[in-house]
T-cell receptor, first 108, second 119 residues
Framework: SQQGEEDPQALSIQEGENATMNCSYK?????LQWYRQNSGRGLVHLIL?????REKHSGRLRVTLDTSKKSSSLLITASRAADTASYFC????????FGTGTRLQVFP | GAVVSQHPSRVICKSGTSVKIECRSL??????MFWYRQFPKKSLMLMAT?????????EQGVEKDKFLINHASLTLSTLTVTSAHPEDSSFYIC???????????????FGQGTRLTVV
């Protein structure tokens, strides 16, 4: 089963633009994680935000968490063609469940 | 960071045969490992939780006799797809949980994935 929905399902932007992806989840959480997956490859961990945190930054990534709305967002600033990938949020307590994912395409 | 090694990365097998996929934690002990399945352009679906020394816990709708999981040591879990059919073709990924990571707020560690093609 999926933990929740991500939107948009697909996003196409030009290099230099910002990309925002949203994730909603269903249950209480200890933390929420974001992962990137290049086509046909394994997962790359991007960032983990704890349930008592509201915002976290890592390089060009900014993640927010709103536990009252059970939602999180991932912002990639100044996107690059190399950011083209699928992005997934994941959370859970005794097992990690993934959202439906957003396929990001960044055109040079 | 911790390393999880999954083998093989690709496998092609004939219908009716069985295929074993290994997931190893290389620099930590993992009492719990997770197995996921991913269809093209879809998300990861949790198949089962593998517990060292005990039976795996399967998610609803996953056939335990079809997908045999063995977690015989603290560093190795195996997934065997038995009597494979073309519809079993998919990308399978394992994850290892060092020291109950989900509670200690650390990332989960994933293998590189195995692309299974059944012909």
């Amino acid at each position: 089963s999926q933990q929740g929905e991500e939107d948009p399902q697909a996003l196409s932007i030009q290099e230099g633009e910002n990309a925002t992806m949203n994730c909603s989840y269903k249950t209480s959480i200890n933390n929420l994680q974001w992962y990137r997956q290049n086509s046909g490859r394994g997962l790359v961990h991007l960032i983990l935000i704890r349930s008592n945190e509201r915002e976290k930054h890592s390089g060009r990534l900014r993640v927010t968490l709103d536990t009252s709305k059970k939602s999180s967002s991932l912002l990639i600033t100044a996107s690059r063609a190399a950011d083209t990938a699928s992005y997934f949020c994941a959370t859970g307590t005794d097992k990690l469940i993934f959202g439906t994912g957003t396929r990001l395409q960044v055109f040079p | 960071g911790a390393v999880v090694s999954q083998h093989p990365s690709r496998v092609i097998c004939k219908s009716g045969t069985s295929v074993k996929i290994e997931c190893r934690s290389l620099d930590f002990q993992a009492t719990t490992m997770f197995w996921y399945r991913q269809f093209p352009k879809k998300s990861l679906m949790l198949m089962a939780t593998s517990n060292e020394g005990s039976k795996a816990t399967y998610e609803q709708g996953v056939e335990k006799d079809k997908f045999l999981i063995n977690h015989a040591s603290l560093t190795l879990s195996t997934l065997t797809v038995t009597s494979a059919h073309p519809e079993d073709s998919s990308f399978y990924i394992c994850s290892a949980d060092p020291s109950a990571a989900l509670w200690t707020n650390t990332e989960a560690f994933f293998g590189q994935g195995t692309r299974l093609t059944v012909v």
